[in-house]
């Protein structure tokens, strides 16, 4: 889409050189090629060292934007970016995309759907009701078990085992709320990539990014009911119990182990090789590596058992 | 089913006019067409106002049935109300109804399943492994993800996105119990109703009522993995967040926010416009409005900071 | 599979008869044609009453193996029995096995797929998306609602009702870790065992035992998003609320009452008749019965209500 049609959607005033954008981004990741917005004043620091050809943006704040970078100004970027992620959306099938390519040794159940674009690496194992979304690439020797459902786009490696009517790639939660209350879907057009010799449990949600990608690194093992927010990224070798989850844009390094029913809260960054008891609630980065936390707030595990005789003392007064 | 064939199941002697029956219902929203049933003493007082043609109910209570109802006396009611509500169950899948109606525009995948009487609107995308079941309408412009399961009977508006492997209309948890312990179930014989503009995430339960409708209201947004119990009611534009859940017959007005893993008990009633942090627990009905609560207990979220540095401080006790 | 070739595979020496092992198991449930293991010093003073045909283990206990069983010895026990229990996996699915069998009287969707070995019941409702893999076996009169997953070997009892989108006999979580931090699959060579009368509600994941059943007795109710560890067992008429959770090797008793959002962690004892309060963290084996508790950690609910009381006076001091 071009720059002079964006801002007619947007309702932006538009002068400069009409430039073809390919999608959208943040102001951090974007290429010259992408439009971002500013819906934050903390983010205000980050348009000086932005490659985005356009930014959309409020009044107040359009002076930040260099020369060599159009500003679209909008009363509300936020929603107006919420309206724009729509007309980039790709259709959610599309015939006119190469037939699906299974590749040798692989087993297609005939009651799986693989949808056009989508290629199938060798020896895999897809079996009934499984969904393969277009342009999506699953890795040699991998196992889809029944019901697992694969959005478009998506990445899976070699060596992976997806358990039943688990889902990668769905929506991440994102929306734009208007003064009124009423909310706009912001289309969510990243994707996910799982990488090579990851098992992940039944019924698990592993959401797609709203831009650029949630990543689920080498070796990764989720167990059921595991729901990974939009844009999360997980490290290797990390361990996600039963029903825990981590919210939107966190991160972990490699090694880490999230107990049954722990959670991580949104754009947080989780250290290596730490440890967290069953029901964690983590609400800030963890720099230091190595430890063992528990409770909610957080503290450490043997802090926590030291509190926890504390407040038993409690019922003695 | 007429009066008499149902004193005769239950084993409730009879007399009067051997009136027909169309389904069973609360003593407060019962039609003249429908029976109730009383099982617990605080109801007692709902009975004078029911329009029920008939109640079941036990010996102690059933003077307190007024002239024009009939009363059908049981030892234990809720049991008895368990056993005939199978009775009042139609069939999962019916095949002397219609063939399946698709609306102009919409595209409905070879791999999906359309139940006999079910109403596909216009525009609509349905993708693999889709189930609607009988009578149920799906309205225009609708996208239901692979996998998503509607139950019989079930109601989705306008412009909803249904995400894969959600489950609309699924049994409440129901059943009643014998002194030896025996379970036996409450066939939910009511429905769900999503209105218009909503978004559900993957793996989401929304259960059918027993009687009547659980109700989620236009404009409402649920994440991944959140359970919504039998006949609750999610205000207009109200939020879900990730693996939060709420128990049966309760209520949420507009715009309320629910954060990742918290739980609403049953039979409560929360104002609108309320805010609740991650992993509340909220076990009362909330008049206020407005306000931003956290912690389990439940209080006010400044409140619950306040308590969390008192409750550090024990431990340099 | 023979001893020598085990042998080989782990790396062990080998000498003495030459067995035929037909699969592994637990040192306390190995019978004479199984091969067993020691991983952690706790369990060798199970060794000299365990049948098993031979056992893995290290320099250090390999004295403790009684003559007539064979002592594999590797340097690490626990590790070699993840390598080895994968060549004891069956095939995903088989098709020298015979046609599936389905009972009089049931109704099996075309879009269901019933893989070789399998046998279904009589007067069974079997509903589009369904998978029931090799050998697995639904009993009669049993009703498996849209799109539910029961993986191979798994056996369901009459009169069941499974809720859309579940699974039943999905691998337990379990792998081994080497020093460097990677995981390697322990192949989940056991099944699922759900006894009659049983009702299941949506997108609850039942894992199959690693060796051996996890077992769902008579008349249990499990409500949505519930997780069943492997290797479980939950007693008759016991009650598992949405989104509780019970981890590995964990039993409880007939007439428990689990609330929800409640977890029991890993290889834990559950006596009769015992309530837990929503939200319950149960860390601790529970002999008495007939109680109700809550909290986390666990104490008596009445105590709970004491505590918070007392926690809510530190806001006044």
Redesign the interface.
Known sequence: MRLEEIAKIIGADFSGENIQVDSMNTLKDATSKQISFVSNVKYVKDIKDSKACAIIIDEKNKDSVPDGCIALVVQNPYWEMAILSKYFAPP??DNTLALAKIGEGSTV?N?A?IANGAVIGENC?I???V?VGANSKVGDNT?L???V?V?RDCEIGKNC?I?????IG??G?G?A?SKM???L?IYQNGNTILEDDI?I?????I?RAVFGSTIIKK?V?I???V?V?HNCEIG??S?M???S?I?GSSKMG??VVLG??S?I?GHLEIEA?NQFA??S?ITKTIKESGKVFAG??LMEHR?WL???S???K??R?
């Open positions: 959610i099938e159940s009651k759907e194992t079996l009934a009701g969904y196992i078990y029944p019901n459902v959005y085992i358990h039943a009517n688990t889902t769905g929506d939660f929306f709320t209350g009423e909310h879907k098992e449990g039944s019924s698990t949600t959401d070796g093992h167990d059921n009911l729901q927010g290797e070798y361990v119990v039963s029903q989850g919210a490699r090694n049954g029913q959670a809260a090789f069953a029901r609630g909610f707030p802090t030291r509190l926890q504390k407040i038993a409690l019922l007064s």
